[in-house]
């Protein structure tokens, strides 16, 4: 906590609770739980494709061109023994 006490942590919960009063905060709660439930939704929505099945992973890019230009080395990774 780092050099506050847990006194010093109530007192300022007791103050945040005596401006905000119990229904302020309460509701703010309840809106923060809905907003964190939504995202949840949305992100899991996001990663399905349609009919809601999983999104199937995009195909590998396959390049046509054999060629390839001056500044590629073709070099073969070897392993040492």
């Given amino acids: 906590m780092g050099s506050f006490s847990i006194w010093h942590w109530l007192i300022v ?33 996001g990663t399905e494709g349609e009919g809601g099945t999983p999104a199937a992973e995009p195909p590998a890019q396959v390049t046509a061109a054999k060629k390839a230009d001056a500044n590629t080395v073709d070099v073969e990774a070897k392993t040492k023994s």
């Fill in 13 to 45: 919960l007791l103050v945040i609770v005596l401006i905000f009063g119990t229904k302020k905060l309460r509701n703010i709660g309840e809106d923060l739980g809905s907003a964190v439930k939504g995202f949840k939704a949305g992100m899991k929505a």
